[in-house]
């Protein structure tokens, strides 16, 4: 089962594909920034025309790499000021294109997805890096200052994955 895991923000966003617990199939990032490596593509817009943009890499790779399911990290309700209007903008449009397409999709809360890979639900976004690079022997480092983004979304998957693996038991 191919699981696609997103992590987004108005700025960035990280995409993997997991095959299974322990098997990367793809990862991507979307981000503001040109990094030399094929699988990081550069935003060129702004504003909606940005959320709209990030929509249109989502559904594309959603169909390219033919995924099962997709699932969306939820809000991060920390998050204040103009961001959190940006925020829900963003997931407006992303969720909205999903419904159109007519594909399911799901969520998973930041905290959920942190209990379910890392065994604490407020663990720093550096100790899901240590994970991702122990659990999965890959060079992330080509994502620069978004590897993060993309060793959450791999987080993502992986809960998903288990959790649903789980109750198939």
């Known amino acids: 089962m191919k699981i696609m895991g ?10 993997a594909v997991l095959e299974s617990l322990n098997k990367i199939g ?3 990032l979307v981000c503001d920034k040109d990094l030399p490596d094929s699988r990081v593509f550069c935003l060129k817009s702004d504003g909606i025309r940005r959320f709209i943009e990030i929509r249109d ?6 169909r390219k790499l033919e995924a099962d399911c997709i699932v969306f990290e939820d809000f991060a ?4 000021g103009r ?14 294109g999903f419904c159109e397409a007519g594909i399911d999709y799901k969520t998973l809360s930041p ?6 890979f890392i065994g604490k639900g407020n663990a720093n976004k550096s100790l899901v890096v240590i994970k991702c690079a122990r659990l999965f ?3 992330f480092s080509v994502f620069g200052p978004y590897v993060e983004d993309v060793c959450d979304a791999i987080a993502i998957a992986y809960s998903y994955l288990k959790v649903n ?3 198939k038991r």
């Open 6 to 15: 997103v992590d987004m923000s108005p700025n960035k966003v990280g995409i």
């Open 26 to 28: 793809s990862l991507y």
């Open 57 to 62: 890499y989502l559904l594309e790779f959603y």
């Open 77 to 80: 309700y920390q998050a204040s």
């Open 83 to 96: 961001s959190i209007l940006d925020i829900g903008e963003l997931y407006g449009v992303i969720l909205a």
């Open 111 to 116: 905290t959920f997805v942190k209990k379910i």
């Open 137 to 139: 022997k890959e060079d």
């Open 165 to 167: 693996k789980e109750k």
